[in-house]
């Protein structure tokens, strides 16, 4: 592994995690205000190398109002009301749009063969967009502890090539463009695009292909 893939996968690593804790976790003042305070934007950890991610980060660059944020957290991923972007690949991928299809099942497979089960404290699906994040970021962190030669294929690497072309990269851009036209609030649409963004940037590096898929949503 090269010194430049190196500093790129720690800076994915450090951002998935970023997204995990976005979309997975309702917002809250011990995750908003450390990113203003500590003008963690600004410091991005990664080229702004696309239009989506600079169009993001400009996005996120001011400090929102934590209620407003909280709204429409609520509004795009959680209910009561029907949910303006759902987060689960079972919903884009199955002609039903349930829950806990096929897609799920398959994601859930992934995990395990790297020793990853999920256990939220509750009966929540896979393959939400949050959970996804998570698990890149533990690929990630798998393929910096390796020790590759700079010739030779990263195995890990690999593996995150195809869990990305086979069950990411067919729907969540979707995902996240339903999610952009949704939210009511810079920061969410901030955060989608930033998403969409982070995705390119993963699939240049593993060379993952953003397959054309039938979606239901």
């Not at 969410?188 to 397959?211: F, H, I, N, P, W």
């Amino acid at each position: 592994m090269t010194e430049q893939q190196f500093h790129t996968l720690a800076g994915l690593s450090l951002v998935s995690r970023f997204f995990y804790q976005a979309f997975h976790q309702a917002p809250s003042a011990d995750f908003i205000d450390p990113i203003y305070q500590e003008s963690l934007i600004a410091q991005w950890p990664l080229d702004v190398d696309n239009d989506s991610l600079a169009q993001g980060l400009a996005l996120l660059g001011t400090q929102p109002n934590m209620a407003a944020i909280q709204q429409d957290f609520a509004d795009l991923f959680i209910g009561p009301n029907a949910l303006k972007a759902a987060p689960w690949a079972s919903v884009y991928l199955t002609e039903e749009q349930t829950l806990f299809g096929a897609p799920t099942a398959a994601i859930k497979q992934f995990y395990l063969q790297f020793g990853v089960e999920i256990d939220t404290g509750e009966h929540e699906p896979d393959d939400h967009i949050g959970l996804i994040f998570c698990f890149i970021a533990h690929l990630c962190e798998m393929a910096l502890q390796q020790d590759i030669a700079d010739d030779q294929p990263s195995p890990i690497l690999c593996a995150l090539e195809k869990f990305l072309t086979e069950h990411v990269l067919p729907w969540a851009p979707r995902m996240l463009h339903i999610m952009r036209d949704e939210a009511t609030t810079d920061f969410y649409k901030g955060m989608s695009l930033a998403a969409e963004g982070t995705l390119r940037q993963l699939a240049q590096l593993t060379k993952a292909d953003y397959r054309i898929v039938r979606l239901y949503r």
